[in-house]
Structure formats: structure tokens, C-alpha cells
């Protein structure tokens, strides 16, 4: 079966200390990889996707994020966190029927 | 902005009642797609659109009633809904649904929050 897991709900961060968020997933055939980013009371924004190439694929707001075929995983990171970077973040895959499977997202916080 | 408008914001609505959300797209995609949101858990796709055609209804009850009547533009009607339909709604649009080009990414309105009471 096709799926994304974030197994964590919540991810607290020191500001201007490194972040990571996990991703992992399962689907058949080459992945398709993507990270959006929901900020409160607004729509999910595009951060970055992997679709080839190289394995760390950089995006907006000065994230990247690492691909690892081997781990099937894709884990968003930010050198520096920002207290504006606090928000939740969905990771998605795209299915054979080039739909978005989704994770359950995991919410991001970050303390002065 | 993303180019993808929502309206209303915020829907309060009885069991009995009909209300329709409206989506609009600026950005000159071809797909359109309804997902609901519900705290802690994945986006669960509803309906997608593509060049003003249905091409995935994902098992969703008959209480929600998809329209797209030109590619600018969605809508999803319902009635006679249930308190645990309460939740976000998301539209989304992309360049196409499917195909080459099915890896660029989807486009967010701000959502409708929708509460039956």
C-alpha cells in the first residue's frame, strides 16, 4: 500500500537552532516527493519537491530537504530556525494515479 | 496569494440546510481539486477535476455534490450534512492532473471552515 508517515505530531525548536522534520514512504515506482508548509487560518503552501537529480532539494524560506532512496525517506531541514517558521508541515507522495498521498502532518514550534 | 481564491471563510450550517463553497482559479491550471481537512490526520482528497471533467471521486457520500463549470471555477454543494462533516475544506488547482506534467505542485486556497451543527 502507498503511504506517508511523519511519526511526530510536534517538533519544538530552539530559534536559530537546526530543524528537522521526518518523512518516510512507501509507493511503488519512483517517488515523487513533495513539503508544504500551513500557516494558521490559511491554505497549504508549496516549500519544495523532489522529483530526480540531486538528493538534496533546496526550496523557499531557506529549507531543504534530503532524499534517501535506501531509507525511503525525505526529511525537510533548516540550518537556522526562525520563530516565523512555526506552522504545521505535510509531506506528500505522488501515487500511481498522480494523486497526493499525505502525511498527518507534524507541527512545527519554535522558542525564543 | 496563491491565485486561488475561497469563499465563504467560515460556514456555520444546520443538518437540514443547502449551502454551496465556491472555488476560483487566477493561474490558468487545468485541475481543480476539493480535499478535507481534519485536525490531526492527512488530507483526504474528495474530488478531482480535470479540463472541467470528474476524474476521481474518492468514495465520498452523496451529501457533497461536486460542479465545475468552466476551468476557473469549483464549487461543492451540499445538504442534509452531518456534524462530523465539520471540518476545512481546501481547494487546490494545478496544470493538469495527470500525465508529464503531474509532478508540479497543487495550489492552495485558504479553505472554508465548515461547521454542522
Known amino acids: 500500500a502507498q503511504s506517508v508517515a511523519q511519526p511526530e505530531d510536534q517538533v519544538n525548536v530552539a530559534e536559530g537552532n537546526p530543524l528537522t522534520v521526518k518523512c518516510t514512504y512507501s509507493?511503488?515506482?519512483?517517488?515523487?516527493l513533495f513539503w508544504y508548509v500551513q500557516y494558521p487560518n490559511r491554505g497549504l503552501q508549496f516549500l519544495l519537491k523532489?522529483?530526480?537529480?540531486d538528493n538534496l532539494v533546496k526550496g523557499s524560506y531557506g529549507f531543504e530537504a534530503e532524499f534517501n532512496k535506501s531509507q525511503t525517506s525525505f526529511h525537510l531541514k533548516k540550518p537556522s530556525a526562525l520563530v516565523s517558521d512555526s506552522a504545521l508541515y505535510f509531506c506528500?507522495?505522488?501515487?500511481?494515479?498522480?494523486?497526493?498521498?499525505w502525511g498527518a502532518g507534524t507541527k512545527l514550534i519554535i522558542k525564543p | 496569494e496563491t491565485g486561488v481564491t475561497q469563499t465563504p471563510r467560515h460556514l456555520v450550517m444546520g443538518m437540514t440546510n443547502k449551502k454551496s463553497l465556491k472555488c476560483e482559479q487566477h493561474?490558468?491550471?487545468?485541475?481543480m481539486y476539493w480535499y478535507k481537512q481534519s485536525a490531526k490526520k492527512p488530507l483526504e482528497l474528495m474530488f478531482v477535476?480535470?479540463?472541467?471533467?470528474?476524474?476521481e471521486n474518492n468514495s465520498v457520500p452523496s451529501r457533497f455534490s461536486p460542479e465545475c463549470p468552466n476551468s476557473s471555477h469549483l464549487f461543492l454543494h451540499l445538504h442534509t450534512l452531518q456534524p462530523e462533516d465539520s471540518a476545512l475544506y481546501l481547494c487546490?488547482?494545478?496544470?493538469?492532473?495527470?500525465?508529464?506534467?503531474?509532478?508540479?505542485?497543487?495550489?492552495f486556497g485558504p479553505g472554508t471552515r465548515l461547521t454542522v451543527l
Open positions: 506528500a507522495v505522488r501515487d500511481s494515479n498522480y494523486q497526493l498521498i
Open positions: 493561474l490558468g491550471h487545468n485541475a
Open positions: 477535476y480535470s479540463l472541467e471533467e470528474r476524474v
Open positions: 523532489y522529483i530526480t537529480g
Open positions: 487546490a488547482s494545478s496544470p493538469q492532473a495527470s500525465g508529464s506534467m503531474a509532478y508540479n505542485e497543487q495550489f
Open positions: 509507493v511503488s515506482g519512483n517517488p515523487y
